[in-house]
């Protein structure tokens, strides 16, 4: 969710009424993924590296955090969304870490939509955590090293459980991945869009939707591998 600061910019407002109204293009964008059935949304709020922004910005950004879950939660679950968080959440207030842990028991038996926001998240983090794991299993004995396989790493990552991304979808006009799920990625369709995300709406997430319709999915096969499964 990339451009809320640009938003507010170019209307000659401070950055904060950017990010709350980022806060609105996540509820349109909740919504949209309720009314089409997506069963998983990713959502990069906070990265590991945004703790360098100005002070006064990032506890802006945390106070909202606070504010949000406050205001939202009741209403998410009562739309059968499942809220998960991803990220190193020890550097939060305690408040925070009370209504993260809250949010995600309060949501935990729902189905409709799995909403994963990835905050104080990095993917190297996610790569590296999951690494650690596994050497201590080994140094435990219960893991050898020759055991240890893509797979098998790819089970200690963030959200193992849920489907690899099929859409990566990034606002703002850059073209790169800025340590999002770099494991996840690595056959996610990446779409690029210059819309500042206050400004991504149900028409824009329709774009990228009937982007992502066209492309043909290989894993490595050949187009006539895939036509042929296709038809098979
Ligand atoms: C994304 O918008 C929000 C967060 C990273 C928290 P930005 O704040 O990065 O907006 P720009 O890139 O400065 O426009
Ligand atoms: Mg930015």
């Not at 904060?16 to 996540?26: L, P, Q």
């Not at 020759?146 to 979808?169: H, K, N, S, Y």
């Not at 999002?180 to 690029?192: D, I």
């Not at 982007?211 to 098979?232: C, D, H, I, K, M």
Request: glycine content about 8%.
């Amino acid at each position: 969710m990339d451009g809320n600061g640009r938003w507010a910019r170019t209307r000659m407002l401070p950055r904060a009424i950017g990010h709350r109204e980022g806060v609105k293009s996540v509820r349109r964008t909740v919504e949209s993924c309720i009314d089409r059935g997506v069963e998983a949304l990713t959502l990069f709020a906070f990265s590991s590296e945004n703790w360098r922004r100005p002070s006064d910005e990032v506890s802006m950004i945390m106070d909202l955090f606070v504010n949000t879950l406050k205001k939202e939660v009741s209403a998410l679950d009562r739309n059968n969304v499942r809220l998960r968080f991803i990220g190193e959440r020890s550097a939060f207030s305690d408040n925070l870490q009370k209504l993260i842990d809250e949010s995600e028991a309060q949501t935990a038996g729902n189905r409709q939509l799995e909403l994963v926001i990835a905050a104080n998240y990095g993917g190297q983090w996610d790569i590296t955590q999951a690494a650690c794991r596994l050497a201590e299993q080994v140094s435990a004995g219960v893991l050898k090293p020759d055991e240890i396989t893509p797979e098998r790493l790819g089970q200690e990552m963030c959200v193992a459980d849920l489907p690899l991304p099929d859409l990566f979808i990034r606002t703002g006009g850059e073209r790169r991945i800025s340590n999002f799920l770099l494991w996840q990625l690595a056959y996610t369709e990446l779409y690029f869009t210059d819309i500042l995300w206050p400004a991504f709406d149900e028409d824009e997430f329709g774009k990228a939707l009937d982007w992502y319709a066209n492309r043909q999915r290989r894993f490595g096969r050949t187009g006539e591998q895939v036509e042929r499964l296709r038809g098979a």
